[in-house]
């Protein structure tokens, strides 16, 4: 029997040994149920081949060519990725749909004497749930930004704060980017479906009774979206302010930044585009600066010409309430640390 999942927290805390995504590579790589690991029936190839038959000849020899397939790879999971559990072993099985690849795979798990259960409607089912939590449901959290121009070291606030146990939400970490123009991290972003399964999952495993800090972003991180009930929420959340100076600010970008700054030709072809706004000469001088190698005096002249006139601008437009301001007089680590436990003592007050 299907097992019917009627929202997100009652998925996430399933109690299952293992979560199964039988879909082809192709399929999980776009986005799954976070935690789930892939044994797919079908391989992209496969998939595709059955599809093409399914369209093109009958139904019937498609279903026939699938089941060989679905049964031939299953066995071999069984034989290799699944050979070590005993016989107490649960796992929750899923496909696009709850259908035939699943329910076959389920099924053979069954025989063994595994006590497999299969996701009723599967991928499907849970995709809705998660544009229901994140898109249909107002947020239960109360929020608290972590605002302060770039290069005041919030994110990694943010990390030290989580290791004291306050309870944050790293969105730059969950979309892998830094937020910024020169914000790349490497392998990339991930798609925005399963950017929004892992804002979910996170969200989902945050106490709504505590406050949950996160940093202040604008409505996109890179290329992606945030849900515009979340993005609603974090305009109106109270606000920590943290500031330094810019001599501060360009020590602390210059040693956290040092591998976008050294690589000249994605340097100058991020910076290229910004003529449009910040004009020829700016940019110019931006660019003569990248080919002397100058990343200290690049690094100032980018908070001074475009990163602060942009923050100062979307500070405007943001009315909400400053609840703490802290200053710091150099970004180290130890005063850092510091930083952080001020925070923490103000937050338990809250």
Excluded at 15 to 40: C, K, M, Q
Excluded at 97 to 110: A, E, I, K, V, Y
Aim: with cysteine; proline share 4%; charged share 25%.
């Amino acid at each position: 029997m299907a097992l019917k999942i009627t929202n997100l927290p009652e998925l996430y805390a399933n109690g299952f040994d293992t979560v199964i995504d039988v879909r082809s590579p192709a399929e999980f790589a776009e986005d799954h149920v976070p935690g789930a690991i892939n044994l797919p029936v079908l391989d992209n190839d496969e998939r595709a081949r059955v599809g093409t038959i399914y369209v093109q000849k009958s139904s019937f020899l498609a279903r026939k060519l699938g089941a060989a397939l679905v049964f031939r790879n299953a066995a071999t999971h069984i034989e290799t990725h699944l050979s070590h559990h005993d016989g107490g072993w649960r796992p929750l099985v899923y496909c696009w749909r709850g259908g035939q690849r699943s329910g076959s795979f389920t099924w053979m798990l069954q025989q063994i004497g595994w006590r497999a259960e299969v996701i009723d409607g599967g991928y499907r089912t849970y995709r809705r749930l998660v544009k229901q939590f994140l898109y249909d449901q107002e947020l239960p959290h109360k929020l608290v930004a972590l605002d302060g121009y770039t290069g005041t070291a919030k994110t990694e606030i943010l990390s030290l704060l989580r290791d004291r146990g306050v309870q944050v939400l790293d969105l730059e970490a969950l979309a892998n980017h830094r937020g910024s123009l020169l914000g790349e991290r490497p392998g990339g972003q991930p798609s925005q479906k399963a950017f929004e399964s892992a804002l979910s999952a996170a969200l989902s495993s945050l106490d709504p009774a505590r406050p949950t800090v996160v940093e202040a972003e604008s409505s996109k991180i890179g290329s992606l979206i945030l849900p515009p009930g979340l993005w609603a929420a974090m305009r109106v959340a109270p606000r920590i302010l943290v500031s330094a100076e810019i001599e501060a600010r360009t020590a602390y970008l210059v040693e956290v930044y040092d591998d976008i700054l050294s690589d000249t030709d994605r340097l100058c072809d991020r910076l290229s585009p910004l003529r449009l706004h910040r004009g020829h000469e700016v940019v110019d001088a931006w660019l003569s600066q990248i080919k002397d190698g100058q990343k200290e005096a690049l690094t100032r002249a980018l908070m001074e010409q475009h990163y602060d006139p942009a923050y100062e601008k979307s500070r405007k437009t943001n009315k909400s309430e400053v609840i703490a301001r802290f200053h710091v007089t150099k970004l180290d680590q130890s005063r850092l640390l510091n930083l952080a436990s001020d925070i923490d003592a103000f937050l338990s007050q809250l």
